[in-house]
């Protein structure tokens, strides 16, 4: 469309920048828009532009308004009635603002007790971020953001190396290593490079450990300082009491899955990297328990293929105990191929 451009993000996704100078009644603005609606459609771009520049005429009676910002609009249907959503990004303060009073519960659920505002910035300059990330060419990416990542991953890879439960990130340390040899690639000897590629990944990157932050309450006086620290408290309820009673009979390992468990789910947070090596563990542990079964159902057969054993007429404490031993086997290495299956299906979900 006339006075639109169009860029394509490095993951494929199609979206479109406007840029105009709007005299208004009482001032003068410089518009700039960004959004993913398919302006093709008769009629779709006449309404973004109507309604970026009653979006901007409002900002008038704001006379401390900010210059230099980004305005992302999008229809979304609800139903058959078409909504205009908004918001606008102010990338010197890295944040997201609107107009109107703004119900930040949306953004804030994620973490809960979340009262400080030194806290509440960090969630807008995490949504700033995922701005860029969403639309990497409408910022540079300067240096000095390359070096403060630079920076977080080898203090993440020296945290991780004497920490078995870090909390500065959710990654591995190959992931960590990996990553630190991609941007040393990245060209920061000039102040800002623009890029689309080089500003996706790094920001994306950048997103990952900010909202780690986020979620373990960086600067905080609360702050979690391991991944199996609670900040809240963590209230667990009291054992079953068929728990209680097959426990015993189970060498108690439900305990020790449950104590796991618990180690995993602190504050509703589950790390993909712990959860992965739970479930490495629990398959491995599973293979040799089938391993065992298979063993234990060959010799029970060949037992019970004994001559002599059958003299009881099958009712012998020896063939008794023969038969529940072949009965069990065989249901452990049932149960143990349905749990490496369903163990496989949910890490390809995560």
Not at 46 to 64: D, F, R, V
Not at 191 to 206: D, E, G, I, L, M
Request: proline residues 2%; glycine residues 4%; aromatic residues 10%.
């Amino acid at each position: 469309p006339p006075g639109w451009k169009t860029y394509i993000h490095p993951e494929g996704c199609l979206y479109y920048c406007y840029d105009s100078v709007v005299n208004f009644d009482r001032c003068s603005r410089k518009i700039h828009v960004v959004t993913q609606v398919d302006l093709v459609h008769d009629g779709v771009v006449e309404t973004i532009e109507k309604l970026a520049k009653l979006a901007y005429s409002h900002t008038c009676q704001y006379s401390s308004f900010p210059m230099n910002v980004d305005l992302v609009l999008e229809l979304m249907h609800i139903g058959e009635t078409v909504i205009a959503g908004y918001y606008f990004v102010h990338h010197e303060n890295r944040c997201l603002f609107w107009l109107q009073d703004f119900d930040a519960t949306v953004i804030l659920q994620e973490c809960s007790g979340v009262t400080e505002l030194s806290h509440m910035r960090m969630v807008t300059a995490h949504a700033s971020r995922r701005h860029i990330d969403l639309f990497p060419h409408t910022s540079a990416l300067h240096s000095q953001v390359l070096r403060q990542l630079q920076q977080i991953i080898r203090f993440a890879i020296s945290d991780c190396m004497t920490s078995e439960v870090s909390a500065v990130c959710a990654f591995s340390i190959d992931i960590l290593k990996n990553t630190l040899d991609l941007i040393k690639d990245v060209d920061g000897r000039s102040h800002q490079f623009p890029r689309s590629q080089n500003s996706s990944y790094v920001k994306w990157r950048t997103i990952g450990f900010r909202h780690c932050q986020y979620l373990n309450y960086h600067g905080q006086q609360c702050a979690r300082l391991s991944r199996d620290q609670t900040v809240h408290g963590d209230t667990y309820q009291e054992r079953s009491l068929m728990m209680r009673c097959l426990a015993p009979f189970l060498f108690n390992a439900p305990y020790e899955h449950i104590h796991s468990l618990h180690k995993l789910y602190v504050d509703s947070i589950v790390n993909q990297l712990d959860w992965h090596n739970f479930v490495q563990n629990l398959n491995t542990k599973m293979q040799d328990f089938n391993l065992l079964a298979t063993v234990l159902l060959s010799v029970n057969v060949g037992f019970l293929a004994i001559q002599s054993v059958d003299e009881g007429g099958g009712y012998s404490l020896s063939q008794v105990a023969s038969y529940v031993s072949v009965i069990s086997s065989f249901g452990s290495m049932l149960l143990g191929v349905n749990i490496a299956k369903i163990d496989s299906l949910c890490y390809r979900c995560l």
